[in-house]
């Protein structure tokens, strides 16, 4: 360490500078002591010297001025700052047209017809970020207005909401569009009056012939009074379900047969479909293009992210724009994402939840948003994996393991590592020489978080000392082998049966395991476990035994079981019960 001293603290103080001027001048010590192994990962047999030269050093470094700080790391190493500018920059990119608005407002808007899941994050997430990197507004709209086909279920209005906190989106302003229905009465009345809408009584299979014909049905031709007429009809109950639909006036000879009079509201028998908020107050109800788009003008949302699979939405509520003589909001459309092996459509999870596929809406084989919090996936790797996506207009094919890398390198450095034995067999160990105490880093790079500490004597009158080990490991072991058993001592197997394995104490180093090319494994004192279930991502179980001091965690911690994965703690009894989050 003395021929190297110089070295090393020339590498401390430089990180540690870093550090400061990243923290508002106060270097901390773990993230410098990370980034000293990451670089020399030799000291790690050295620690508690560079732990000391550490805190010295942050002392030291914590003494000077920001700008002293910055002074230092221009003069000595400018790449760095050069690096740190390039990583602050990257991020989504501009809004277009952003200039032109005073404040910019962004909207998410849900049916609350099930929970919200990985799929609606890239909505929710680019909305929110652009309203927060322009000091904008981002708005909740609950799109509750079809009580018969997308019926909005009452629990999910506030599950919802949560869903957004836990992700940390939490809304500005929230607004519910069955509580605007006469907005949109009036609106409906100013378009039937001016001519731009009319009220069509055609049977639909008779109009949808006559518009991919581009004709228009007779009904269009009638005057604003008839129609007006017609709407109260609709709104008193003289017409029925199905009997009579406002349309919108557009250019009937459009390319897309999708544009050509799109329907604006319709009658829903809601003495039959109640509605769970306003129960049968009303029948008649605005389809989407007319509540969204109302509401986008009236709600002043100034860009309006969503999927390409709404430009043809956009074309139609542009025609109803332009009757009122309003301008269009910003659009951005993204192209589809889609992440392999995820339970991404909301009618089958609902499905599998009536059926009882699914237990609840956090079962592990969903994405929902309460699925991945139960499992230890951090909103901050849904937040950053979809702000890298950025708003593509290119369809993007995800994984699993791209969101796990997000979420690991989140983990990693805060996560206490403990050993679990999946399937466990008894190891009896004989002849160990004396008792052993050992110190089990909670974590390798950060040994100021503490440790675990065992004292393993050997057992009186040859009976052997015993441990808990895997069977995973136990089926690999072959008779004269050596193993390492992690931070302890080396054993060589005697015997391997179904149920036990026998060995006897071989040697003490680690070096002489590592020329031995001994495999390493972990283990349990006999007397130092729990019982342990960790659920799967396929809601398997995986059962065996945890150190006991996982005993003192809580509920909602995440740790690490060293050579088995992550995993969120969900409860803790007699037995330890965690969910996996992945390797």
Same mark, same amino acid.
């Given at each position: 360490?003395?021929?190297?001293?110089?070295?090393?603290?020339?590498?401390?103080?430089?990180?540690?500078?870093?550090?400061?001027?990243?923290? *508002?001048?106060?270097?901390? *010590?773990?993230?410098?002591?990370?980034?000293?192994?990451?670089?020399?990962?030799?000291?790690?047999?050295?620690?508690?010297?560079?732990?000391?030269?550490?805190?010295?050093?942050?002392?030291?470094?914590?003494?000077?001025?920001?700008?002293?700080?910055?002074?230092?790391?221009?003069?000595?190493?400018?790449?760095?700052?050069?690096?740190?500018?390039?990583?602050?920059?990257?991020?989504?990119?501009?809004?277009?047209?952003?200039?032109?608005?005073?404040?910019?407002?962004?909207?998410?808007?849900?049916?609350?017809?099930?929970?919200?899941?990985?799929?609606?994050?890239?909505?929710?997430?680019?909305? =929110?970020?652009?309203?927060?990197?322009?000091?904008?507004?981002?708005?909740?709209?609950?799109?509750?207005?079809?009580?018969?086909?997308?019926?909005?279920?009452?629990?999910?209005?506030?599950?919802?909401?949560?869903?957004?906190?836990?992700?940390?989106?939490?809304?500005?302003?929230?607004?519910?569009?069955?509580?605007?229905?006469?907005?949109?009465?009036?609106?409906?009345?100013?378009?039937?009056?001016?001519?731009?809408? =009319?009220?069509?009584?055609?049977?639909?299979? *008779?109009?949808?012939?006559?518009?991919?014909?581009?004709?228009?049905?007779?009904?269009?031709?009638?005057?604003?009074?008839?129609?007006?007429?017609?709407?109260?009809?609709?709104?008193?109950?003289?017409?029925?379900?199905?009997?009579?639909?406002?349309?919108?006036?557009?250019?009937?000879?459009?390319?897309?047969?999708?544009?050509?009079?799109?329907?604006?509201?319709?009658?829903?028998?809601?003495?039959?479909?109640?509605?769970?908020?306003?129960?049968?107050?009303?029948?008649?109800?605005?389809?989407?293009?007319?509540?969204?788009?109302?509401?986008?003008?009236?709600?002043?949302?100034?860009?309006?992210?969503?999927?390409?699979?709404?430009?043809?939405?956009?074309?139609?509520?542009?025609?109803?724009?332009?009757?009122?003589?309003?301008?269009?909001?910003?659009?951005?459309?993204?192209?589809?994402?889609?992440?392999?092996?995820?339970?991404?459509?909301?009618?089958?999870?609902?499905?599998?939840?009536?059926?009882?596929?699914?237990?609840?809406?956090?079962?592990?084989?969903?994405?929902?948003?309460?699925?991945?919090?139960?499992?230890?996936?951090?909103?901050?790797?849904?937040?950053?994996?979809?702000?890298?996506?950025?708003?593509?207009?290119?369809?993007?094919?995800?994984?699993?393991?791209?969101?796990?890398?997000?979420?690991?390198?989140?983990?990693?450095?805060?996560?206490?590592?403990?050993?679990?034995?999946?399937?466990?067999?008894?190891?009896?160990?004989?002849?160990?020489?004396?008792?052993?105490?050992?110190?089990?880093?909670?974590?390798?790079?950060?040994?100021?978080?503490? !440790?675990?500490?065992?004292?393993?004597?050997?057992?009186?009158?040859?009976?052997?000392?015993?441990?808990?080990?895997?069977?995973?490991?136990?089926?690999?072991?072959?008779?004269?082998?050596?193993?390492?058993?992690?931070?302890?001592?080396?054993?060589?197997?005697?015997?391997?049966?179904?149920?036990?394995?026998?060995?006897?104490?071989?040697?003490?180093?680690?070096?002489?395991?590592?020329?031995?090319? !001994?495999?390493?494994?972990?283990?349990?004192?006999?007397?130092?476990?729990?019982?342990?279930?960790?659920?799967?991502?396929?809601?398997?179980?995986?059962?065996?035994?945890?150190?006991?001091?996982?005993?003192?965690?809580?509920?909602?911690?995440?740790?690490?079981?060293?050579?088995?994965?992550?995993?969120?703690?969900?409860?803790?009894?007699?037995?330890?019960?965690?969910?996996?989050?992945?390797?």
């Amino acid at each position: 360490m003395k021929s190297m001293e110089t070295e090393v603290r020339e590498l401390i103080r430089k990180f540690a500078l870093l550090n400061a001027v990243q923290h *508002e001048g106060k270097a901390r *010590e773990s993230p410098v002591m990370g980034k000293i192994l990451a670089e020399k990962p030799q000291l790690k047999t050295e620690i508690k010297q560079v732990a000391q030269l550490i805190k010295e050093i942050v002392q030291e470094v914590n003494s000077l001025s920001l700008s002293k700080q910055r002074e230092i790391i221009e003069e000595n190493w400018p790449e760095l700052l050069t690096k740190r500018k390039i990583e602050e920059e990257k991020g989504l990119p501009p809004l277009p047209n952003a200039e032109k608005y005073p404040l910019i407002i962004t909207r998410f808007s849900p049916n609350p017809d099930c929970v919200l899941h990985l799929g609606s994050a890239r909505a929710i997430i680019l909305c =929110y970020e652009y309203a927060r990197m322009y000091k904008g507004r981002f708005i909740l709209r609950f799109e509750d207005t079809d009580p018969k086909l997308k019926k909005p279920v009452l629990e999910f209005y506030d599950r919802i909401r949560e869903d957004l906190e836990w992700l940390g989106c939490k809304p500005d302003k929230e607004y519910i569009q069955s509580d605007r229905i006469p907005i949109y009465y009036e609106h409906a009345e100013k378009l039937l009056h001016d001519g731009n809408a =009319y009220v069509c009584t055609c049977m639909s299979q *008779e109009f949808r012939k006559r518009i991919l014909q581009k004709q228009p049905c007779p009904c269009r031709e009638l005057s604003p009074e008839i129609h007006l007429e017609r709407w109260k009809k609709m709104l008193d109950g003289t017409y029925a379900e199905g009997n009579a639909v406002v349309r919108v006036k557009t250019d009937i000879t459009h390319p897309n047969p999708a544009i050509r009079d799109w329907p604006a509201l319709r009658i829903i028998d809601t003495e039959k479909y109640p509605h769970p908020r306003v129960g049968s107050k009303y029948r008649v109800w605005p389809l989407y293009n007319f509540a969204c788009g109302i509401d986008d003008h009236l709600l002043g949302v100034t860009h309006i992210i969503r999927g390409k699979e709404h430009l043809t939405n956009q074309h139609r509520q542009e025609y109803m724009y332009g009757h009122f003589g309003w301008k269009y909001p910003e659009a951005i459309h993204y192209g589809r994402l889609k992440i392999t092996g995820a339970f991404l459509s909301k009618s089958k999870i609902v499905q599998g939840i009536r059926n009882g596929t699914f237990k609840s809406w956090d079962d592990p084989r969903l994405a929902t948003f309460l699925a991945l919090k139960r499992r230890g996936i951090t909103p901050e790797a849904i937040r950053q994996l979809i702000i890298d996506v950025g708003p593509k207009t290119a369809d993007v094919v995800l994984s699993w393991e791209n969101l796990y890398a997000y979420n690991r390198k989140i983990l990693d450095p805060k996560a206490n590592r403990f050993f679990f034995v999946v399937n466990p067999v008894q190891l009896t160990v004989e002849n160990v020489p004396k008792a052993f105490d050992v110190q089990l880093y909670l974590h390798p790079e950060y040994p100021e978080k503490g !440790a675990r500490k065992y004292r393993i004597e050997p057992r009186r009158e040859n009976q052997g000392t015993q441990f808990w080990i895997s069977r995973r490991d136990s089926e690999k072991f072959k008779r004269k082998q050596v193993i390492r058993l992690m931070g302890l001592f080396n054993v060589e197997i005697l015997d391997v049966k179904s149920y036990a394995v026998e060995a006897c104490y071989h040697s003490e180093g680690y070096q002489e395991a590592k020329k031995l090319k !001994a495999p390493l494994i972990h283990w349990i004192p006999i007397d130092m476990g729990m019982p342990c279930n960790v659920v799967m991502p396929d809601a398997s179980i995986e059962r065996g035994i945890a150190e006991k001091l996982c005993k003192k965690l809580k509920p909602g911690t995440i740790i690490q079981f060293e050579r088995f994965g992550f995993v969120r703690i969900d409860e803790v009894t007699r037995k330890l019960i965690a969910y996996y989050a992945h390797k």
